[in-house]
């Protein structure tokens, strides 16, 4: 499931940047060193952030498929998709803005403002921007969650045990967002605190609807900071501060 959806991702960028790429190496002016384009020219940049919106897409087929198989089972009660015997929705959100806080109080302690590979595409226009923004809030939260405290979880549970499956799971998700956040320690250290409050949220519970409430108010501040930090400087000059602390909080999104 997890190869699955990074061959996806991997696809469909490849399907969304190659035709732009072949047609920009055509050109009489074509720069010499391609790999570049692909992180430098905003338009690459872009259409490889569009990209992941068909790659989640087709994720979250996949895990209806795997979990279903193909229809013939039910999807939501097996992967904890339902509140019955978790009722705080409220505890979830608040947890969700706690983490968030704490989370990038510690990105700022210990990574600063070290920029990272997302803040290198999120910083390479508005529309990239604002993208990542929508993505973060409307189809991350809970396509990550199927597959990592879903379908792994849920796996390695049965494999394993409950311990084993929340260190594989916490750990796994803390990696594979190493390459974004790279070198900033202190975004990975958040990412860390964030996969590791989950996973034990979705064993103590049982329930995976909570991590899904939980991931997304934890985006959704991100996601607020991301679509607003560019207009603070226009809003107010005395705001310094606030515009660092927004800053600091946007990164570890």
């Known amino acids: 499931m997890l190869v699955g959806s990074i061959v996806l991702q991997i696809g469909f960028s490849l399907l969304f940047f190659l035709p732009y790429l072949i047609r920009l190496s055509l050109r009489p002016d074509a720069p010499a060193n391609l790999v570049e384009v692909a992180l430098a020219d905003k338009t690459a940049v872009l259409l490889q952030v569009i990209a992941i919106l068909p790659a989640q897409l087709f994720s979250l087929a996949l895990v209806w498929a795997v979990v279903t198989r193909f229809g013939k089972l039910p999807f939501l009660a097996p992967l904890g998709l339902k509140w ?24 700022w302690l210990l990574g600063g403002e070290t920029p990272t590979k997302l803040d290198e595409i999120i910083n390479s226009s508005l529309a990239a921007r604002y993208t990542l923004a929508a993505l973060a809030v409307f189809t991350a939260p809970l ?3 199927l597959i990592y405290r879903g379908v792994l979880y849920s796996a390695l549970h049965r494999l394993a ?13 803390t990696l594979i967002h190493v ?13 860390g605190l964030l996969s ?34 560019p207009h603070i400087p226009k809003l107010a000059q005395p705001g310094e501060i606030a515009v660092g602390i927004l800053w600091r909080l946007s990164m570890a999104i």
């Open 84 to 107: 019955s015997g978790y009722p705080w929705l409220w505890g979830s959100v608040g947890l969700g803005v706690v983490l968030c806080g704490v989370g990038s109080g510690l990105a």
């Open 143 to 145: 396509v990550e969650e």
């Open 196 to 229: 590791i409050s989950l996973t034990v949220v979705r064993a103590y519970s049982g329930r995976l609807l909570p991590c899904v409430v939980i991931h997304l108010v934890f985006n959704g501040i991100q996601a607020l900071v991301l679509v607003i930090e």
């Open 161 to 173: 045990g409950v311990l084993p499956a929340v260190v594989i799971v916490l750990g796994i998700f």
């Open 179 to 191: 390459p974004q956040y790279w070198p900033n320690f202190g975004v990975i250290a958040a990412v």
